[in-house]
């Protein structure tokens, strides 16, 4: 049965998509970045074909037939070259350039390690990104493009695009799952992503490890080390967290637009407005809205997360640079500079965190792991540091285990 994939999008990714199609900045991006890309004709299509292997249906019959089987599915008519990469881990991409083919890459261990559904699956997604013309909002590209050192689009837009790029995520994966018409084969193909395990030795428990998305809030991790991009912060990445995105398609699996894809009964099955609810709530888990939204609980959340983010940063040695960064990477370039009297600053801190016990617990689960992220910046964490973040953890209600865990996770993070 075919089905359209503009059916199954997710509705976040549509009312967004929406949003940023009609924002004069993304509009302005979309220009330059095409300006840039002219005139370099197939440049990426170019370099596989010099360094990657064309696989053609006398090379493999099996895979051409199921890269045809998801294009019927779907209704994908346009002409697909698929390559693969001499890669030692699980990776795939699509690419389509102006004009040209879609173009498919699969990494060679992959090829090798998955089942023919879990193969259905990952072709599926990345044929859902083509088919949905998710390149036509080319990210990260577009939330970071600068000229004279002046963004684009501003810093609430470019957390919109990164909200838009996960839910595309989603959309995608639904296609796949569409494609795999097997959910125990997509959701075991996101353990072993997630992973980079097929062996044996490990069997897949996929409802523990969905359950992981319910340790988020409480749990989360610092990085290793502060990077060069944003893509440190949750709210800067295009994907969403591995168990988000399995829970995400394990509910679609219930549903009756998926139940009549494989010609199944859909007695009992789940409406697909209550999937859009998990995933609306699970996806907040990775927009901390309190960072550009407009309102009294989250000026109060931001005018918090500055305070203690100065306390941190100076509690041992004074403020660093890199901490002041990452403040400023989080609430906008208004708190790029260090406070003349960061004591006086700082002396607000206990009224500040009394204020926002009138917030929900997730929005104050988000500002600790945002407060670490700052203390954890310049690559360690002090005494004085973590007594603070203590302290304000405590004060918001959060349990001291989060911060040693952020922390532990952020100084071994190989464990």
């Not at 992959?110 to 990952?122: H, I, K």
């Not at 080390?225 to 912060?233: F, G």
Request: aromatic letters at 6%.
């Amino acid at each position: 049965m075919k089905v359209d994939p503009k059916t199954i999008q997710v509705r976040r990714e549509k009312t967004l998509r929406q949003e940023l199609g009609e924002d004069f900045g993304v509009k302005k991006a979309i220009q330059r970045i095409k300006e840039l890309r002219g005139g370099k004709g197939y440049g990426y299509r170019r370099s596989l074909l010099s360094s990657a292997l064309r696989l053609t249906r006398s090379m493999s019959p099996e895979i051409a037939d199921t890269l045809n089987q998801c294009k019927e599915v779907i209704g994908y008519n346009s002409p697909v070259e698929l390559y693969v990469t001499n890669e030692p881990v699980f990776n795939a991409t699509c690419y389509r350039e102006q004009g040209g083919p879609t173009v498919l890459t699969i990494a060679s261990r992959l090829l090798e390690a998955f089942t023919p559904a879990e193969l259905r699956f990952v072709i599926g997604h990345e044929l859902g990104h083509a088919a949905l013309d998710h390149y036509a909002l080319p990210m990260p590209i577009t939330a970071t493009l600068e000229e004279m050192g002046i963004p684009f689009v501003p810093r609430a837009t470019a957390l919109k695009l990164y909200a838009w790029c996960r839910s595309a995520e989603l959309s995608a994966d639904r296609i796949g799952l569409i494609c795999a018409q097997d959910a125990e084969a997509a959701a075991s193909g996101f353990f072993k992503l997630a992973s980079g395990m097929s062996s044996a030795r490990v069997k897949p428990d996929l409802a523990t490890f969905a359950k992981q998305v319910e340790s988020l809030a409480t749990a989360p991790e610092a990085r290793e080390k502060i990077r060069d991009d944003d893509v440190y912060l949750d709210c800067f990445t295009t994907h969403p967290y591995s168990p988000v995105r399995v829970r995400a398609c394990w509910a679609f699996s219930r549903t009756s637009e998926y139940l009549k894809s494989l010609g199944k009964p859909t007695d009992g099955a789940m409406s697909l407005d209550d999937v859009e609810k998990i995933i609306d709530d699970d996806m907040a888990l990775m927009e901390p809205t309190y960072l550009q939204e407009k309102g009294d609980k989250s000026d109060i959340l931001r005018r918090l997360l500055f305070t203690a983010g100065i306390a941190v940063a100076n509690a041992y040695g004074g403020i660093e640079p890199t901490e002041l960064e990452a403040l400023t990477k989080l609430l906008g370039p208004d708190h790029q500079d260090a406070p003349k009297d960061a004591a006086k600053v700082v002396a607000d801190l206990d009224a500040r965190i009394k204020d926002a016990l009138e917030v929900p617990l997730v929005s104050r689960a988000q500002l600790v792991q945002h407060l670490t992220i700052v203390a954890a910046a310049d690559g360690k964490v002090q005494d004085e540091e973590l007594a603070i973040m203590e302290k304000v953890a405590a004060g918001l209600g959060v349990d001291s285990y989060v911060i040693h865990q952020t922390i532990r996770g952020a100084m071994h993070p190989i464990d």
